[in-house]
């Protein structure tokens, strides 16, 4: 039966074609774009430079308040990266000459991505005393997910085969989340989820929050 949606394998003009309109497209908003990241790396420079322990004295939320300050962070120099490095990529491959109106935009990317490079490296210190303290509350957050659905499990009579399974990889779980996310276990704790939160064993709301969590537990580990 022939596809009859769009080619997955496209002749190579229309890729040319389909590259050069994108550029475009990014030329005319490029200097919008660059303006509301410099916008947004400002607001984040001022909350990340100033000192929160003295301003809130639970020690929980100051730790999910910097974890989100980092990962924060982290997303806007992948966005800088990414917005700088593709506009590159393009007009060199497509040989195609820089707009001048474009290139104060494209010196101030680079300039972002310092900034936020001098950012890190200024609080490296708090972050390296800080960042094994964060690992524990985001395992602790989700210890609080899996701990009620596990006790309902282990409490049922006759589960079926799917339920001893996820019974099993919640035990799993929790198991690894009290012990230090190294890159391996961080891998073992996502397949494991993975079974865990398949359909009909979590509500759809806790299945969102443990891939959030997991997800900034990767970041952070």
């Not at 730790?63 to 990962?71: A, D, G």
């Not at 992948?78 to 497509?94: F, G, R, V, Y």
Request: aromatic residues 8%.
């Amino acid at each position: 039966i022939p596809y009859i949606g769009k080619t997955l394998d496209p002749p190579f003009h229309k890729i040319d074609a389909s590259r050069k309109l994108f550029l475009l497209n990014l030329q005319k908003e490029f200097n919008e774009r660059v303006q509301v990241l410099y916008m947004q790396m400002n607001q984040w420079l001022i909350k990340w430079d100033a000192e929160i322990k003295s301003q809130i004295r639970d020690i929980q939320k100051t730790l999910k308040f910097e974890t989100r300050l980092l990962i924060d962070g982290l997303i806007l120099a992948t966005q800088i990266h990414n917005l700088l490095s593709t506009t590159l990529w393009l007009h060199l491959d497509l040989a195609v000459n820089f707009k001048k109106s474009n290139l104060r935009s494209l010196t101030i990317l680079a300039e972002l991505l310092k900034a936020i490079e001098d950012a890190f490296h200024r609080r490296s210190k708090r972050l390296a005393a800080d960042v094994s303290y964060m690992l524990t509350v985001i395992a602790f957050d989700l210890q609080h997910i899996f701990e009620p659905l596990r006790k309902r499990m282990d409490a049922e009579p006759r589960p079926t085969s799917a339920k001893l399974d996820c019974l099993a990889a919640l035990t799993l779980c929790m198991d690894l989340l009290s012990t230090a996310p190294t890159l391996s276990r961080v891998v073992v704790i996502n397949v494991a989820s993975a079974v865990a939160t398949l359909k009909g064993m979590m509500q759809e709301r806790d299945m969102d929050e443990v891939r959030y969590r997991l997800w900034k537990l990767s970041i952070v580990a």
